[in-house]
T-cell receptor, first 114, second 114 residues
Framework: AQKVTQAQTEISVVEKEDVTLDCVYE???????LFWYKQPPSGELVFLIR????DEQNEISGRYSWNFQKSTSSFNFTITASQVVDSAVYFC???????????WGLGTSLAVNP | DGGITQSPKYLFRKEGQNVTLSCEQN?????MYWYRQDPGQGLRLIYY???????QKGDIAEGYSVSREKKESFPLTVTSAQKNPTAFYLC?????????????FGPGTRLLVL
C-alpha cells in the first residue's frame, strides 16, 4: 500500500537557522512522483516541487533544497537561513501508477521565530 | 491572471441544509478535484473529474455530490447526509489528470455548522 510519513509534527526554529523536514514514502511501483506543498496561514496550498522516481538528482531553488534518496525512500526538504515568512505547514505527497490519486502525509508545522 | 477561485471563503450551514461550494478555474485544465482537510490531518479526496460530464468518487464521497457541466467549473454540494461537514475544503486542478501532472490549488472554503 502507498503511504507517506512525515514524522515531525511541529518544528520551531529561530530565524536564520537551517531546518530539514523529513518525508518517507512507501510504494511498490517503480514509476511514481513525489511532491512538496506549502500551506501558509491563509490556507492555500502552494506547489513547491515535483520529482519523478527516475531522477535522483538533488534540487536547489534559492534557500530551498530537496534530497531524494530511493535507497531510503526519503524525499527531505531543507530550508537554509530560514525566515519568518517560511512559517507554514509543509506537506509531502506521493502519486504512483497503482493509485493516481495523491497520497498525503500529515504535514509538518514549521514556526520560524524572529 | 490564471488561477483557481473558490467561493465563499467562509460558509455556514444549518442542520439539515444543503450547501454548495463554488470552484472555478481559468487554467484550461481538464481535471479538477475536491479535497477535505481536517485539523492535524492530511488532505482526503472527495471527488474528481477528468473531463466534462464525468466524475468519480474519491475516498470520502458519502454525503457529498458534484457536477461538471462546464470545463471551468466543478461545484461541490455538501448534503444533509454529511453528518460532520465542518472542515476546510480545497479545490484543485491539473492539465489532464495524468500521473505526472502537478495539481494546483485554490484558496479554500471553510465550512462551519451552526
Amino acid at each position: 500500500a502507498q503511504k507517506v510519513t512525515q514524522a515531525q509534527t511541529e518544528i520551531s526554529v529561530v530565524e536564520k537557522e537551517d531546518v530539514t523536514l523529513d518525508c518517507v514514502y512507501e510504494t511498490r511501483d517503480t514509476t511514481y512522483y513525489l511532491f512538496w506543498y506549502k500551506q501558509p496561514p491563509s490556507g492555500e496550498l502552494v506547489f513547491l516541487i515535483r520529482r519523478n522516481s527516475f531522477d535522483e538528482q538533488n534540487e536547489i531553488s534559492g534557500r530551498y533544497s530537496w534530497n531524494f534518496q530511493k535507497s531510503t525512500s526519503s524525499f527531505n526538504f531543507t530550508i537554509t537561513a530560514s525566515q519568518v515568512v517560511d512559517s507554514a505547514v509543509y506537506f509531502c505527497a506521493l502519486k504512483d501508477g497503482n493509485n493516481r490519486k495523491l497520497i498525503w502525509g500529515l504535514g509538518t508545522s514549521l514556526a520560524v521565530n524572529p | 491572471d490564471g488561477g483557481i477561485t473558490q467561493s465563499p471563503k467562509y460558509l455556514f450551514r444549518k442542520e439539515g441544509q444543503n450547501v454548495t461550494l463554488s470552484c472555478e478555474q481559468n487554467l484550461n485544465h481538464d481535471a479538477m478535484y475536491w479535497y477535505r482537510q481536517d485539523p492535524g490531518q492530511g488532505l482526503r479526496l472527495i471527488y474528481y473529474s477528468q473531463i466534462v460530464n464525468d466524475f468519480q468518487k474519491g475516498d470520502i464521497a458519502e454525503g457529498y455530490s458534484v457536477s461538471r457541466e462546464k470545463k471551468e467549473s466543478f461545484p461541490l454540494t455538501v448534503t444533509s447526509a454529511q453528518k460532520n461537514p465542518t472542515a476546510f475544503y480545497l479545490c484543485a486542478s491539473s492539465i489532464q489528470g495524468r500521473l505526472q501532472e502537478t495539481q494546483y490549488f485554490g484558496p479554500g472554503t471553510r465550512l462551519l455548522v451552526l
